[in-house]
T-cell receptor, first 117, second 118 residues
Framework: KAGVTQTPRYLIKTRGQQVTLSCSPISGHRSVSWYQQTPGQGLQFLFEYFSETQRNKGNFPGRFSGRQFSNSRSEMNVSTLELGDSALYLC????????????????FGPGTRLTVT | AQSVAQPEDQVNVAEGNPLTVKCTYSVSGNPYLFWYVQYPNRGLQFLLKYITGDNLVKGSYGFEAEFNKSQTSFHLKKPSALVSDSALYFCAVRDVEQGNTGFQKLVFGTGTRLLVSP
């Protein structure tokens, strides 16, 4: 099976612009989660989508948003970019389930390196 | 809230020697624990997980982890380190939320850099 793919791999934007990142999960995986990785804050959870619905959201401002399509592909959007948004954005997919405690592991893509200047 | 701690920023070991990367956890309820590895400019690769059952969990690339409930630890181990094991290792715990059991969210430790010298 193909792994999780993310596009683009690298992105340079200027402050105030907006950006959209894309993630294609492993075939059959319905859960897609997004994480931000920075040297200062480490790995932080942004949000998770399952069957086109956001199930949970991390502690990020409303400038960060996402969505999931019927084929489980997901996009995240950051509006009005700030210098502090420079980070590696990681997408992860999982089999998960609609309810009950899920023990499934998440599989990560290679990430999108966003640089805001 | 669920959390994990990785007390060592860096671990140095000589090739061929056993390695241990430490992780302690704090959870309410039963812990779902994971180890991931990250190579430079790459995403995270899943190594192994503990859900229930045997306290010794075997994973990818010869790694294993020992779950210890009394010490609330989940240390990553390998009997004989390779130079190619040099990377950043993350311990993680699955977060849970009252009344919302299905969602997937991992809470990560700060990471431990493993350096294996030839």
């Amino acid at each position: 099976k193909a792994g999780v793919t993310q596009t683009p791999r690298y992105l340079i934007k200027t402050r105030g612009q907006q950006v959209t990142l894309s993630c294609s999960p492993i075939s059959g995986h319905r859960s897609v989660s997004w994480y931000q990785q920075t040297p200062g804050q480490g790995l932080q959870f942004l949000f998770e989508y399952f069957s086109e619905t956001q199930r949970n959201k991390g502690n990020f401002p409303g400038r960060f948003s996402g969505r999931q399509f019927s084929n489980s592909r997901s996009e995240m959007n950051v509006s009005t970019l700030e210098l502090g948004d420079s980070a590696l954005y990681l997408c992860a997919s999982s089999l998960s389930s609609s309810g009950g405690y899920s023990s499934y592991e998440q599989y990560f893509g290679p990430g999108t390196r966003l640089t805001v200047t | 809230a669920q959390s994990v701690a990785q007390p060592e920023d860096q671990v140095n070991v000589a090739e061929g020697n056993p390695l241990t990367v430490k992780c302690t956890y704090s959870v309410s309820g039963n812990p779902y624990l994971f180890w991931y590895v990250q190579y430079p400019n790459r995403g995270l690769q899943f190594l192994l997980k503990y859900i229930t059952g045997d306290n010794l969990v075997k994973g990818s690339y010869g790694f294993e982890a020992e779950f210890n409930k009394s010490q609330t630890s989940f240390h990553l181990k390998k009997p004989s380190a390779l130079v190619s094991d040099s990377a950043l290792y993350f311990c993680a715990v699955r977060d849970v939320e009252q009344g919302n059991t299905g969602f997937q969210k991992l809470v990560f430790g700060t990471g431990t850099r493993l350096l294996v010298s030839p």
